[in-house]
């Protein structure tokens, strides 16, 4: 179990004025914050990082939607921190998540839902790796 998940505040989070009152989520749940940097993805980034939906046939939109404008990736840690925050962030769908989640509060659709977060350990630390180098994160020992 890793204490270490990815959380992206997606485009329409950074659109909406939203990376505050996210984050302020984010601390309220108790993480803590070891890195972050607002990014604009292009089409190979977007597509390397979402490479495990290419078959899927939402692909290509969430490729387009993603590069449509910054995205600020967080590492945030936490016991458990995979479970943990997709328990914050709620389900795909902000229909069908929880109240007070992240997704709940502030997200539009399914398409459109304001935040990614690792689905587990093996992904947050190749996720966390395609947005901070090694030595970005070694800085951060005994932080």
């Known amino acids: 179990m890793s204490n ?3 959380a992206i505040l997606k485009p329409d989070c950074v659109k909406k004025n939203l990376i505050g009152q996210v984050v302020s989520k984010i601390n309220e749940a108790g ?4 890195a972050v940097k607002m990014v604009k993805l292009n089409k190979d980034s977007a597509s390397g990082f979402y490479e495990v939906h290419k078959e899927r046939p939402f692909f290509g939109e ?5 590069t449509s404008g910054p995205c600020v990736p ?12 997709r328990k ?6 902000p229909a069908n998540a929880e109240p007070g989640t992240i997704r709940k509060l502030y997200a539009d659709s399914m398409g459109e839902n304001i935040v990614h977060g690792s689905d587990s350990d093996e992904n947050a630390a190749i ?4 947005f901070f180098s090694r030595k970005e994160l070694l800085e951060l020992n005994g932080f």
């Open 4 to 6: 270490r998940t990815l």
């Open 31 to 34: 993480f803590k914050i070891l």
């Open 62 to 66: 969430l490729v387009d939607f993603m």
């Open 74 to 85: 967080i590492v945030l840690q936490k016991d458990n921190a995979v479970a943990e925050f």
């Open 88 to 93: 914050l962030i709620g389900a795909t769908n």
């Open 127 to 130: 996720e966390i790796a395609h």
